[in-house]
């Protein structure tokens, strides 16, 4: 009861917030458009609609670090933060509070990627439930990345941080925008270690229905999401009694 | 009966002694004033009172309720309004209040009733619907003292309740605080002479985090010798060794 007030206390400034919603589903919209016409004139298997648009709606989850980051900085640097630290809430109700609203925003992002793609020429199938279903793990490392971001960091550093570096970032190590075979090296190994990647090539093998290549990937992605989400809520609760 | 006691109340960072051995009384009811210079560890005391930071030393009781061991009572019988306006901005009037009704698991008939009551008692009605973060400076305090009075609290912390405000918002706050003399006890810092003047039923002088002097304003101006409270606290605050 008490998680849950929290809750719709943060999607509501969240989906108040013009600048979010801009971003947050008008920039993948873009770039899916602007990315099909490239692919139209100058043909690259890597864009084709179907290939690309998993990969989109994984750069996509990317904004709901930047939503959650910037919502627990604000909400640190003002005074509202320290009202609610003297109520009866929690800290487990302050961490179900932040997280759980940006779950559905971050799911209803994927569909109306997926739904916008289809006039592009998007393979509609069964598959795609299973695709945006296939989110939820990587929409909740993106998450508890912005509580963890928003714990450490002012509102000042967060904008440049996951807004600018982590966005970028996330995009050049998911494979979205050019093949990491192609850099090599470093490069590859790097982003073969971090979750990125792994979560486009499962939304990818999700949408074809390749549950098989889909499942080499959960593993990472699981791992990563376990682990960022226990640092954020001990960061969290520890700027908690910090306060 | 008491609402607070201290006893040896101490909070240290590092080398800094914010509240020093504090031992304090504060009625049921009554209307204390915080007073004293920036430093002073008035904010100190009222962030350890509302359970936001733990004591170094000692401890203070809270309606009965211990500092360090009951927080999760004293959470349930106290309401804050911070020095800073802590209001949340994207949410309207009533929103705001309805999450504080919410927090403290208020039940959808007795929010509705609440929110009615403090609306019409704090002159709330016309703002409602209005986003709180689009309010001046003026009503964003009194929709936070609202925020801290729906909840009911035995004891109100108003942690400078009028800094920053106009004229005219001063005045109206000091009716609202004053129409809650005796209902509910009120702990105020101030930097304002004559709002503890006008509202305390006593005031206690802080400097260095120590507790300098308690009293009624007649008692503190008699002891000190002034003919005006500015001048009694002046006299008291430079006159003290710490």
Known sequence: MRATTFAKRCAKEILRDPINLGFGLGFPLVLLLLLSAIQSNIPVSLFEIDTLTPGITVFGLSFM??????????????????????????????????????????????????????????????????????????????????????????????????????????????????????????????????????????????????????????????LYSTAITVIAVLCFLRQMKKQ | MQAIKTTGLTKRYKDITAVDNLDLEIREGELFALLGVNGAGKTTTIKILSCLTQPTSGDALVCGYSVTSEADRIKRLIGVSPQETAVACGLSVRENLELIC?????????????????????????VLNRRAGKLSGGWQ???????????????????????????????????????????????????????AEALSDRVGIMKNGKLLAVGTVDELKQGAGASDFEEAFISIVKESAV
């Open chain 1, 65 to 222: 670090t930047l939503f959650s980051a910037t919502l627990v900085a604000k909400d640190r640097e003002s005074a509202l933060l320290q009202r609610l630290y003297t109520t009866p809430l929690t800290g487990f109700d302050f961490i179900i509070g932040y997280m759980l609203p940006l779950l559905p925003i971050a799911l209803g992002q994927t569909v109306i990627c997926y739904l916008f793609a289809i006039p592009l020429g998007l393979t509609l199938s069964v598959n795609v439930i299973y695709a945006v279903i296939g989110m939820i793990p990587m929409a909740i490392f993106n998450i508890a990345l912005g509580l963890l971001c928003g714990s450490i960091l002012g509102v000042k550093q967060v904008g440049g941080i996951c807004g600018a570096l982590l966005t970028n970032l996330s995009a050049w190590l998911s494979g979205v925008w050019f093949d990491l075979k192609l850099v090599g090296g470093v490069f590859e190994n790097i982003a073969n270690a971090l979750p990125f990647v792994h979560a486009v090539e499962m939304e990818k093998a999700l949408f074809k229905g390749d549950f098989e290549c889909a499942a080499e990937h959960i593993l990472p992605i699981a």
């Open chain 2, 102 to 126: 919410g927090v403290h698991g208020f039940s959808k008939e007795k929010t509705e009733s609440r929110i009615a009551r403090i609306a019409e008692r704090l002159d709330l009605l016309d």
């Open chain 2, 141 to 195: 305090r009194r929709v936070s003292i609202a925020m801290a009075l729906i909840s009911e609290p035995k004891v109100l912390f108003l942690d400078e309740p009028t800094l920053g405000v106009d004229v005219i918002a001063r005045h109206d706050l000091w009716e609202t605080i004053r129409a809650l003399k005796g209902e509910v006890t009120i702990i105020l810092t101030t930097h304002y002479m004559e709002e």
